[in-house]
């Protein structure tokens, strides 16, 4: 194989694919990036056998073939090339040489052969998404996802499809996230999949907002096609829990707060908090409410907010974390949250999405 490229395109092909590899591989072979030469390019690959990603950028090919290498120290000598063409040469013995005019590095890697098969999606049905709005609904989501390894099924968004409509849900079990948008093209089949948070992390990373995105169905596994990238993953096997049962019904007790400045003052009083003394205390009044946080040993604070509240008067603790995560992904200016009582959940409805958040006893 034997090929040119510029630096910063096969920089920034590497940084795509190598954020899947782990540090502690159980093989050596995934720890290395396979390169290979296609019709439009090269393309890299790298996988830890539950996500494979690939990417393909532009070069002068002069010759075709492909080889395996170690890729973050391939990718930390890119970095330190001092000019901008590079050519790649590989030679016997499954050793490759990286080179410019006055600076040469020479890998040793290993054979393509022994690198894992990526899954292949021939014959599929491929539903197409625009980014730009699967980047929003993911951006609602996922910090939601449970990292609880005993709950597997919940370390990933369910991605529920049916007809012209796509839902995206998360929880932990102490909150509860469901985004919900039209699609342009439809589909006859009711799509339920589970996929895991590293691939979402990976996903997330590569859409833009702009292009769409091809998801393609197979045996326990799916493929996002954003074009030059691919991802392929396992699902999570088994099954999600029913969100609609606790989704709780439309309520008239509201407050009606700027979402910016709500937001500001949960991060202020989040400043005081401490793993044993999370709560933030919200106390509602006749349109205004009092922010504030007591923590033993470290000080206490209180901040008053101008609201729109006309409910009886009620005091009630939140993870203030749990509030950061969705007020800075909303993009309302205003928002309403609805909250009944002590013990019940806090609900934010916004344009087909649902937050709903459990409440913290308050000491």
Same mark, same amino acid.
């Given at each position: ?7 910063? *395109?096969?920089? @920034? ?5 190598? @954020? ?7 093989? $050596? ?11 439009? &390019? ?5 996988? *830890?056998?539950?996500? %494979? ?33 590079? /050519?790649? @040469? ?11 005019? /006055? ?48 709950r597997y099924i919940l370390n990933g968004i369910l991605f529920n499809i049916n007809k012209n409509n796509i839902t995206l849900v998360a929880t932990d079990g102490k909150r509860l996230a469901i985004a919900d948008r039209k699609i342009k093209q439809g589909t006859d089949k ?5 996929? $895991? ?6 996903? @997330? ?21 954003? &074009? ?13 829990? *029913? ?50 946080? /007591? ?10 907010? &101008?609201?729109?509240?006309? %409910?009886?008067?009620?005091?009630? &603790? ?46």
């Open positions: 194989m034997k090929f040119k490229a510029d630096k910063t *395109d096969l920089l @920034n092909g590497i940084q795509t694919v190598q @954020n899947v590899i782990t540090t502690k591989a159980a093989l $050596p072979i995934l720890s290395n990036l396979l390169i290979e030469t296609c019709e439009e &390019g090269v393309r890299l690959s790298a996988t *830890d056998l539950d996500i %494979g990603i690939s990417c393909v950028i532009p070069v002068q090919t002069q010759e075709a073939g492909a080889i395996t290498v170690p890729a973050k120290r391939f990718g930390d000598i890119v970095r330190e090339l001092p000019a901008d063409t590079v /050519s790649i @040469n590989t030679k016997k013995n499954n050793s490759m040489v990286v080179e410019m005019e /006055s600076c040469q590095f020479k890998i040793m890697g290993l054979p393509r052969e022994e690198f894992p098969k990526l899954p292949e999606f021939q014959n599929k049905e491929a539903l197409k998404l625009e980014q730009g709005v699967l980047k929003q609904m993911l951006n609602l989501t996922s910090f939601a996802v449970s990292f609880d390894e005993t009711d799509m339920r999949i589970i996929v $895991p948070i590293k691939t979402i992390h990976e996903l @997330n990373r590569n859409l833009k907002d702009d292009t769409e995105v091809s998801l393609i169905l197979g045996a326990n596994q799916v493929l996002f096609d954003l &074009g030059q990238v691919m991802i392929i993953s396992r699902l999570i096997e088994g099954e999600f829990p *029913d969100y609609r049962q606790v989704i709780p019904a439309l309520s008239e007790s509201k407050v009606k707060i700027e979402r910016e400045q709500f937001l500001l003052a949960v991060k202020r009083a989040a400043l005081l908090s401490t793993p044993d003394y999370q709560a933030v205390k919200f106390e509602l009044f006749k349109d205004r409410m009092v922010v504030s946080k /007591s923590t033993p040993d470290i000080g206490e604070s209180r901040e008053e907010v &101008g609201v729109e509240y006309k %409910g009886k008067e009620m005091a009630i &603790g939140f993870n203030p974390n749990y509030l950061i995560d969705v007020l800075k992904n909303i993009q309302n200016e205003n928002i309403e949250f609805e909250l009944t009582d002590t013990e019940k959940p806090g609900v934010i409805r916004v344009d087909g999405y649902i937050y709903i958040v459990l409440p913290m006893r308050l000491s």
